[in-house]
């Protein structure tokens, strides 16, 4: 917040009721209040480019007036997306008048407001701060008051269209013009400066630059310099346009009227300001324009006129698009890692599943019949014994062999005997030749868990040990992933448009014939229609440098230059623009696009595709996964910035010269005029403004229609 003073010195003055500000003669002042604030905007409806006034008043009576110390502080309101300049109270001071029979010290504070852009716009509340000593005492302590104005609000509207002039280019007010040159005399080839001069009512700040046609010299826009007046209750002033004029002939010329159109608020019509003309002497100098000679020289001594430089005769093949860029890139780049860890996850160890414990598995016979739920039981019970005691029971073959072997691990002799008898009739009913009386399979698994149960309370081996499971290798992948490969087949191409072919055509015949405006016009069309054709880049270049036009030609080579980043006759024609086209933005590195993308590719997918080898047969492949990630994503990463670089999605040219504002505002402080050519980046937008940055101390606003997208479209 900042605070200013209002109140200087309040001197009195008397003031008739017709020359007090609106905001005291309209304003609704509260009588029981010793000082009263209030704001007003008038009028409430204005054109875009009209003067707005803003006025807020301050009302203090009599005794307040005497009570008060220190000078009263208030807070501006804050004038978003509007232009705002404080005017000179031309009172010199407080004004005095009587309201509702009180006589009052007044103070009014002005500001001219001015809106862009059509719309409603709201000024919120300012605040005043004041103090008033509690007692008569010069020592008294103060107590501080607050008190806020109304919000007020008013509309923008365009112009109106009707009757609108073919050359009015927004200028509003009310406006008179005169011209002038620095010398009545000049000689044929030495520019001398015309000045226009532009004075009156409205913001000069504003005003935009006509233009200006001497059918018998050369015309370049040279400085500005604008005066605001803000002295009256409505802003004025005047400003200044400079042209640097080139006679190309001799003798005594005049330099037409200049015509500026304006709209007239007051009036609200369109009207035109007329300039006198100027009449300048023009001697015969030593330099003469191109395509004149001195009156001396017969016409057929003349010089030839030069040949203009050769142009690509064909349309040509388009340039391929550029592929790192595209969701395709995107894709591969991720499916090579993706890939790598498929093959991982597909061929890592497997854990082998836990085999059934012999309850299991006694438990399963219990549910089967015949000789198949015996073998199944005496299997189990076999395994049975042999983790438990660690004795194989198909090595105690001779009789009582089994029984001796129990004994000797702590099972009594009755167990032991118990166990062997019972193994004997396993062995019998699975292998004897004569059939044994069939028992249900879970009366044997129902023998074979008791016998089991009392050797394990018996015997002196740990209880509960149960054999190995046997591995089984696990389950294999169902199918291998694969690596993509990065070289996509081309996709048959659609036929170039025939309105490419006839516009280029139609093109090389107007550059052969001189007429480079319309050779320039065929050129750009053919461009548009094919915008990946270099040749029609290249050739609009060249015919928009012979028509003068240095912005569209620089568009159109850098264009030609970023679809075919080698070649070496476009580097050549954009070293003859004066705006450097080698360095910052405007530089485009000498490589070709498909090597670096492909280098890049190749790289990555046979880093990843070797990653993915390695793990598919159960080697080590971190170390080359860590050194396909850094080197192949270094690679990946500047292939991708190439193609960036070259699609110039946030780049632009300057095309007409302009000086640089600090906020997007044609009243706003002005700063560099960069030069036609010169490449930047466009970093903000804002609405009819583009924020530009051309290098690292040289960025501010400039209108869009100054700039042209470089985007490869």
Known sequence: MVGIALLGALLLQGA?????????TRSRVDPSRGV??????????????QQASYELGVFLDQDTRQRIRRNPEFQPPETRDLLSYDLRDPAGGSLSATIG???YDLHVFRRALFALAPGRYRIPQARLTYALPQTASFFSREESYTLRSEDVSFVAVEPPAAGRPADWAGAVGVWRASARVDTARGRAGEPFVLTLRIEGQGNVTLLPRPRVLVPWASVVSADERVRLDSSPPLLGGWKEFDWLVTPAESGARRVPAIRYAYFNPRARRYEVAMSDPVDVRVATGDVTAAGTAPDAVPVSATPAEPSPPPIVPSLGPDALPLFGTTPVALALVLLGPLAALGAWIARRPRRPLPAPTVEQRLGAAATLGGDEAVRA?????????????????THCTDPGALAAALRRVGVSDRAAAAVESLLAAFDAACFAAAATPARRGSAWADQAREALATVDGEACLPSGTRSRPRRRPGARAGAAMV????????????????????AFASGATAYAGRDYVRAARYFDDAARASPSSVAAWQNLGAAAMLAHDTGTAVVAWQRALR????NGDVRTRLATVRAPQDAGYAAVPAIPEPLATVLAGLLWTVGWGLTARQAWRRRPARRLALITAV???????????????????????????????????????????????????????DGVWVRIRLDDVRWGWMAADHVRPLRRD
């Open 16 to 24: 008739a009721p017709g020359q007090l500000p609106e905001v005291v």
């Open 36 to 49: 009263d604030f209030h704001a007003r905007v008038s009028p409430d409806t204005i054109y875009v480019g």
């Open 101 to 103: 029979g009180r006589p």
């Open 377 to 393: 039981a005496r299997r189990a019970f076999v395994d049975g014994l042999r983790a438990r005691t660690g004795i194989d029971p």
């Open 483 to 502: 690596l993509a490969a990065l070289a996509v087949g081309a996709a048959p191409k659609a036929a170039r448009p025939q309105a490419a072919a006839d």
């Open 563 to 566: 679809l075919d980043p080698v």
């Open 631 to 685: 080197v192949g994503g270094a690679a990946v990463g500047a292939a991708w910035e190439f193609d960036r670089r070259l699609a110039a999605r946030d780049l632009a040219v300057v095309t007409d010269p302009a000086p640089l504002r600090s906020i997007p505002a044609l009243g706003a402080e002005s700063g560099a005029t960069p030069m036609i050519g010169e490449v930047g980046r466009i970093t903000a937008r």
